[in-house]
């Protein structure tokens, strides 16, 4: 069997080369880290369903018009993918205080926010994925005026379309987290969405009940976080009824030798 070239390996996931030029193979592992991989553990069963959920959430963007880099999903794992340049700027959107804003301002957990606030954080593991200001960007040259504007417009469409998608089934969107990559076309680029959406980038709370139905299990080692996650998949009609569990074989092992 030839091996696949790998081209990188992140906390989350691993790329490999594509199958033709400018395609990537996004592999979706079961590790789990928190605070700058300080935190470090395993969900199995996770990487499948991140795969399903995001593929559900890009195809849906992509019919309102929304670009990204998600071409097909492969198998339960991996997801075909175009090739991009990542902007090195992680893209938070907040409609309800939670997580870092609670810490930095002294914010109420839970409070709704009065308006839709976007932040930037440099994406620099060594120094801790630090704020920064559109300012920073510009001056650092991270990223066009242009692509700024572009990033901005696109992460609210994403944010109203998302909210919409999780109040239908019953689930209040907190915040959450994109990335952008730069999608060349001859001599010219643009900014598509990249990376993925999933419980592990957003905060997913049930909302009667404020239950928390993403990482934050992990993060705050609140258990039962392979059910938060399969919740939102059965609520996104991604779980075959009756099915508990969309499993491939690799966690099926896993969870056989535990
Ligand atoms: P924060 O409140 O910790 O700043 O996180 C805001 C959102 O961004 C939350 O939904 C989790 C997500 N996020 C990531 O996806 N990766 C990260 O490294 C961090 C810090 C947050």
Redesign the pocket.
């Known amino acids: 069997m030839t091996r696949r070239r790998q081209i990188y390996e992140g906390k989350a996931k691993i790329l490999y080369e594509g199958p033709e030029p400018g395609t990537l193979i996004q592999y979706f592992k079961d590790d789990a880290t928190a605070f700058?991989a300080q935190k470090k553990g395993t969900i199995n069963g996770k990487g499948v369903l991140n795969n399903r959920i995001s593929e559900h959430i890009f195809t849906l963007l992509s019919t309102i018009g929304v670009p990204t880099h998600f071409i097909r999903r492969l198998n339960m794992r991996e997801q075909l993918i175009r090739q991009v340049e990542i902007v090195p700027i992680?893209v938070?959107v907040?409609n309800v205080a939670?997580?870092?804003?609670?810490k930095r301002l002294g914010i109420e957990e839970g409070t709704q926010l009065p308006r839709t606030i976007i932040?930037y954080?440099y994406k620099d593991d060594a120094l801790g994925?630090p704020m920064v200001a559109d300012e920073h960007i510009a001056c650092f040259g991270w990223a066009s005026q242009e692509e700024m504007h572009d990033i901005a417009d696109m992460a609210i469409r994403v944010n109203d379309f998302m909210c919409g998608l999780f109040a239908g089934i019953g689930i209040r969107l907190?915040?959450?987290?994109l990335e952008f990559g730069r999608f060349w076309d001859n001599d010219y680029s643009r900014v598509i969405l990249a990376d993925e959406i999933s419980p592990?980038?957003?905060?997913l709370w049930d909302m009667t009940t404020g239950e928390k139905l993403?990482?934050?299990r992990f993060r705050q080692d609140l258990g039962g976080e392979v059910e938060a996650y399969q919740e939102i998949a059965r609520r996104l009609g991604l779980m075959p009824d009756g099915d508990n569990m969309i499993l491939d074989l690799e966690t099926h092992r896993k969870n056989r030798g535990k």
Not at 174 to 177: G, I
Not at 200 to 203: E, F, Q, S
């Open positions: 700058n992680e938070v907040r939670a997580g870092s804003i609670v932040e954080y994925d907190v915040d959450f987290k592990d980038g957003c905060r993403d990482k934050d």
